[in-house]
């Protein structure tokens, strides 16, 4: 891939990342700009969608590795989040898109908070399963190897730091509560500490990226550790 694809597929993922962190800031920035980064964050994913429609276009052919199927699955759920954070972003306008708002009622502005929750879920997890090709973006772009022996070190402890940092965001937020479908008496104190707020929502997403990333690498070394013992014992 070219320095210039690299680099355009690598904004747009920050730049989603982003605006998704912008949108969660809702008491914070009001309305308005809640709705004007939302749809900013559409567009964005409608553009990182088609930059990698060469994957869409795959998915019926080849064989399916635990690996890809894992990773099908996710995109697929965090597809079909978007859609209804969309659907429901549309009805319950007030500002931006307000002429297609339908009479405020409560279950769709439930719909669309949990849907923005488990999206940025998914987006962690997709993250997380992505990541080789994210590092090779990276590579890219920087002309680094992003290997060896200091770079697995690196990484494990960067790792290590964002399970702990997550979890503890995590409990900060109360998502587990929102995660399922619960409100949450939790409410953020932006005049105390604004910062505070964006940097546990990063620390969430690097919870969950790690955390499907560190899951599907213990199930295929598990995996390859059984066929190993299949096919040496079938020697024997």
Known sequence: MSL???SYRLSLVL??????LLCFAYWWLGNLAHELFGTALFLVLGFHIRSNLNWWCSLPKGNYTL??????AITALLASATIVLMISSLLISRSVFAFLSVKQVFVLREVHWYSAYWMIALVGLHIGL????????????????????????????????????GLESAAALDVWTRLTFRQSPVMWDFNADAARFFLHWIAIVGLFAVASCLVLNLIEFGHARLVSVRTNAGKH
Not at 15 to 20: I, K, N, T, V
């Open 4 to 6: 210039r694809g690299s």
């Open 15 to 20: 730049g989603a990342s982003l605006l998704l």
């Open 67 to 72: 690996r890809r199927a894992a990773s099908v």
């Open 130 to 165: 992505n990541w080789s090709r994210l590092v090779s973006l990276m590579r890219n772009l920087t002309g680094l190897r992003f290997a060896g022996v200091s770079w697995k070190i690196g990484s494990a402890t960067s790792a290590l730091i964002l399970l702990v940092l």
